[in-house]
């Protein structure tokens, strides 16, 4: 597999630390409100490369964190008449039903930054001791950033660029103006733990890298997030990470593009900021699954509800070919009939194709062109078949399945369709026309069809289903 290297700009053979193991540290969600669908790209796109090393056979450690304290929190408790921790509690139960809703696995851990304190302070004393940081009159602690001779490696900008866009804020005390904060000291009102500087809380660079460090170790296989936080937030990790441990922090880094909405950056200013929750409530999950999915993840994509709509189309054709396979293996006969090993093996050329787009820096988006193909030789040569072997229904919808499994698609399980009423109309129906009785049969498929009942007369017998 090769995977484009954020760090080194290029595609790279994927070599893990461990053969045959692989530890992936994902930035995960600040929880001080609904995830939107920017969020939802990240989450999507980095479970699909679990998914498919998995699906080749990796063992993968998957580590995505929660940040449940930051300005933000403090913020929205404050304005709540609440705390930090009532509002990060609630709005990780919020993520996790968005999550789930997106068919997105629950990494291998999911640690809180308030669960990693004592990590926390151990990680910004070591930087001090080794002359990488300094506490501050206030309380505060900064690293010295300049003392970093790779500081900007993974975001590619000259030093002096990064200098001259630095400032200090009001009420920092640093060395520098580049010089990043470690610890804050703790304001009035505002939730704080003890350490050897005094009362406060982490900065939110530290956190990651003393989770990595202790959930999966110095240095970790791949490091993934939005191409959001390239700067500063990951060149910042690095640059403790690295300082701290004398050690690579991740060898390969892996960021997904930007969404647009309506051709336009999303933005609450602009009225086109939507939550996942907003989108699903309307259009349910899976399409906005379809659409993180459906292209490079390293290209920017463009919600709008055309496109959205446009993903639940293509995702009721791929349903279809599911659900007539499904009819198919109850209604068929079991013994293989010549020629049926011949599309077995061409079906299986799908999946190497399936495979050689995910081996290609996760193309999900020819990996879904491989799905579809897949289902267009499955609708043409079973599906229209008159009569197709049990097993070669099985072979192909095991495989079907198994490849939309690794793109996190197809998880709505089908709604078993029993109406006793309905499947008497429809055998009446039946009856009717072998006796060629076609006003009788008429006026019955008129009556379905005011039920909204749709049929489709298939060489195993009638389909039915709801008008959806």
Same mark, same amino acid.
């Given at each position: 597999m090769e995977i484009y290297n954020t760090l080194t700009r290029q595609k790279e053979e994927f070599v893990p630390i461990t053969a045959g193991e692989v530890k992936i540290y994902a930035c995960g969600p600040t929880v001080y409100n609904y995830i939107h669908i920017g969020n939802a790209r990240p989450i999507c796109v980095f479970d699909v490369l679990r998914r498919y090393l998995e699906y080749r056979g990796m063992k993968v450690t998957y580590v995505q964190n929660f940040t449940d304290i930051d300005d933000k929190i403090i913020r929205k408790a404050n304005e709540e008449g609440t705390d930090y921790l009532t509002v990060s509690r609630r709005f990780i139960d919020e993520y996790r039903t968005d999550a789930k809703g997106l068919n997105v696995r629950p990494a291998t851990i999911h640690p809180l930054a308030t669960e990693n304190i004592d990590e926390i302070i151990q990680m910004v004393s070591d930087l001090i001791d080794k002359g990488y940081a300094y506490p501050a009159e206030n309380g505060d602690v900064y690293f010295r950033t300049l003392k970093d001779p790779n500081y900007g490696k993974l975001s590619h900008q000259p030093l002096e660029d990064l200098q001259? +866009?630095?400032? $200090?804020?009001?009420? #920092? $005390?640093?060395? !520098?103006?580049?010089d990043f904060a470690l610890w804050k000291g703790a304001k009035p009102g505002e939730p704080s733990w003890t350490s050897p500087w005094g009362e406060g809380r982490p900065g939110w660079h530290i956190e990651c890298s003393s989770m990595v460090r202790r959930y999966l170790g110095k240095t970790i296989d791949i490091h993934c997030g939005g191409q959001d936080l390239i700067f500063p937030h990951h060149e910042n990790e690095i640059a403790q990470s690295e300082c701290c441990n004398g050690a690579p922090f991740a060898n390969y880094w892996? %960021?997904? +593009?930007? $969404?647009?909405?309506?051709n336009r950056k999303m933005s609450k200013s602009l009225n086109n900021f939507f939550t996942v929750r907003d989108v699903a409530q309307q259009y349910g999950y899976e399409p906005i699954r379809y659409l993180m999915v459906s292209s490079h993840y390293r290209t920017p994509i463009n919600y709008s509800a055309e496109i959205i709509e446009q993903c639940k189309s293509a995702l009721e054709r791929l349903?279809?070919?599911r659900d007539n396979l499904e009819f198919l293996m109850k209604n068929v006969p079991s013994g293989q009939k010549e020629g049926e090993r011949e599309v077995m093996r061409r079906l299986e050329g799908y999946q190497d194709h399936f495979i050689e787009a995910m081996e290609d820096d996760l193309n999900t988006a020819d990996a879904v062109s491989a799905l579809f193909d897949l289902a267009r030789d499955i609708n043409t040569n079973i599906n229209a078949s008159t009569n197709p072997s049990k097993e070669l229904c099985s072979f192909a919808l095991k495989l079907f399945t198994e490849l939309a499994d690794v793109l996190g698609l197809l998880y709505q399980k089908k709604e078993e369709t %029993? !109406? #006793?009423e309905i499947e008497a109309l429809i055998a009446q129906r039946a009856e009717a026309r072998k006796n060629k009785d076609w006003a009788t049969a008429d006026r019955i498929r008129d #009556? @379905?069809?005011?039920? %909204?009942? $749709? @049929? #489709? !007369?298939?060489?195993? +017998?009638i389909k039915w289903k709801f008008e959806s």
């Open positions: 001259a +866009g630095a400032r $200090i804020a009001t009420g #920092e $005390i640093k060395e !520098d103006a580049m892996m %960021h997904n +593009g930007y $969404i647009n909405v309506d349903y279809n070919c %029993h !109406d #006793e #009556e @379905l069809k005011a039920r %909204h009942v $749709i @049929l #489709e !007369d298939t060489p195993q +017998g």
